[in-house]
């Protein structure tokens, strides 16, 4: 069996004193808002399909001039475009929750954050291109999104013992209400000074960031993280297999 908390005295070999003993509610916040992230990239949609719509503005000289990226969609391909996320997820859990029983949520989870991210960021050429090509960009949206809530379970089996798992549990699925909360600000601004691409782009981009955060930052195990000391991996173990001695 792997040794998922090591003893004492390896934990505090390696122990880089950064955090003191809250390194495990960083990496907590940190994962909040990469499951905030995926979700928000998939809500993107909802918010930049108002801003397609086409608009005009009155030149110097007086005539009206339209907008050249305006893009229309008719009800049912909206309905599509919705339908396929959720699809997609559904289609995804099954490998995902093998994956992440297999090689832990940090290959994967960055993984499917990154494919989320350009997938979002391609969003715009996809459009110009075809409704089909967006289909795709959509279906690689909720294919990423599957991962979330394996996610929430094997950190939350890993990084937090039972007096604290059902605050760490109720702050991570606090996603859902987060995500929304930010991207609809985020979309009008970004709307009314960019138009619609700018708000796939930006999403895009603060993905693709966390993410990597995410991917550097984040172990598997407790026990292997370097800004975990023993104190705190003494505080995780308890109750779990592998104990600290």
């Not at 991570?172 to 970004?190: D, E, F």
Request: charged content about 10%.
């Amino acid at each position: 069996m792997v040794d998922v908390f090591p003893t004492q005295a390896t934990a505090e070999a390696r122990y880089i004193a950064i955090f003191g003993t809250r390194t495990r509610f960083v990496v907590m916040v940190l994962v909040l808002l990469c499951l905030t992230s995926i979700w928000s990239n998939i809500l993107a949609f909802n918010f930049a399909v108002i801003c397609m719509g086409p608009t005009e503005t009155q030149s110097n000289n007086g005539t009206i001039e339209h907008s050249s990226d305006s893009r229309n969609f008719t009800p049912g391909q909206k309905s599509w475009a919705i339908s396929v996320v959720a699809i997609a997820a559904l289609l995804g859990n099954f490998p995902v929750v093998q994956l992440v029983n297999k090689v832990g949520i940090r290959t994967v989870f960055a993984s499917l954050g990154v494919l989320s991210a350009i997938s979002t960021l391609m969003i715009p050429t996809a459009i110009r291109l075809g409704y089909y090509y967006f289909l795709a960009t959509r279906f690689l949206q909720g294919f990423a999104f599957a991962a979330n809530f394996p996610v929430i379970g094997s950190f939350c089996a890993k990084w937090t013992y039972f007096k604290q798992n059902g605050l760490f549990v109720s702050v991570l699925v606090a996603y859902v209400q987060l995500s929304p909360a930010c991207t609809m600000p985020a979309s009008g601004a970004l709307c009314s000074a960019f138009r619609w691409p700018s708000i796939f782009y930006a999403h895009g981009a603060v993905s693709l960031f966390l993410f990597i955060t995410y991917g550097l930052f984040y172990r598997n195990s407790p026990g292997k993280h370097p800004f975990v000391g023993g104190v705190e991996l003494r505080k995780i173990s308890v109750g779990k297999i592998g104990n600290v001695e």
